[in-house]
């Protein structure tokens, strides 16, 4: 795995990892951290894994931004604040339009920008030792890395609003409960159960989950008929596919397929 400045990534059988590696300091996103977080992301757009796990070592998933560093920025905390998001913001939408699915696996707290990392992925698993806090208005900042975006689609606008105002800690059941997170693990299970579930998307077609994730992303914002024209365009491309004769072929013979095309940036071409 490539280490740099708190960050490591890898890609292996199809998976890619990226792991927070900085626990000594909460796995904060100072901006050193910032610009590595920006190349894993870029490294793994650009060489388009089947599945993506993101993960953190140590007690605290992600602790948001370097208080630290903001504290030393002083005057110029604005400055510093700009740099960092003009290169880690483009690198977060820039996943959040991949081709491949995203599984989070936060083992412990998400507060600041570590809300917005952790929710940007289609499937997030939490620990009984995760929690989560927003914080930005405690210290008289705004959401940042996508906290609000991503809250406001997994609990609604209005209650995500009032998350963010209170900046109160929200428990793992509540994040459950809420739809937060997708699944509530002991401990010492939660990396298991995202391997499982990281190996599963890959022996799923990539093609598909490509054309779903894409479908799904950019929702309210078509009318009906927009969307039902996306849907046969990535379905029509999908059946030109090898893996979609595969499927159609593996389902007659009552056996298990084997995909091994790759996905298709269904996404972006066919939902203009």
Not at 33 to 48: F, R
Not at 207 to 219: E, K, Q, T, V, Y
Not at 225 to 252: K, N, P, T, Y
Request: charged share 20%; glycine share 10%.
């Amino acid at each position: 795995m490539n280490f740099e400045d708190g960050i490591g990534w890898e890609i292996a059988d199809g998976i890619g990892r990226i792991v927070l590696s900085r626990p000594e300091r909460a796995n904060t996103l100072a901006f050193p951290a910032a610009c590595a977080l920006a190349k894993a992301i870029d490294t793994m757009v650009a060489t388009s894994p089947r599945v993506l796990l993101l993960s953190a070592q140590g007690p605290i998933f992600c602790g948001g931004g370097d208080i630290d560093e903001f504290l030393e920025a002083g005057p110029a905390l604005s400055a510093l604040v700009d740099r960092i998001l003009s290169i880690v913001h483009p690198a977060i939408e820039r996943l959040a339009k991949a081709s491949f699915p995203v599984v989070s696996a936060v083992g412990g707290p998400i507060a600041g920008a570590g809300v917005g990392l952790a929710l940007c992925a289609d499937f997030v698993l939490g620990s009984h030792a995760m929690k989560l806090r927003t914080g930005y208005a405690a210290i008289g900042l705004s959401p940042d890395l996508g906290s609000s975006y991503f809250l406001a689609r997994r609990i609604g606008p209005v209650r995500a609003k009032q998350w963010l105002m209170l900046s109160e800690v929200i428990d793992a059941q509540t994040c459950l409960s809420s739809g937060v997170i997708d699944a509530l693990y002991p401990d010492d299970d939660l990396g298991a159960a995202a391997e499982t579930l990281a190996h599963r998307l890959v022996a799923t077609a990539p093609g598909s989950l490509a054309a779903i994730r894409a479908l799904c992303h950019d929702l309210p914002g078509r009318s009906l008929g927009e969307h039902l024209a996306c849907e046969h365009a990535l379905l029509r491309r999908c059946a030109e596919s090898v893996d979609g004769r595969e499927g159609i072929r593996a389902f007659s013979e009552h056996r298990t397929p084997d995909f091994i095309g790759t996905a298709h940036d269904a996404s972006r071409s066919d939902l203009r």
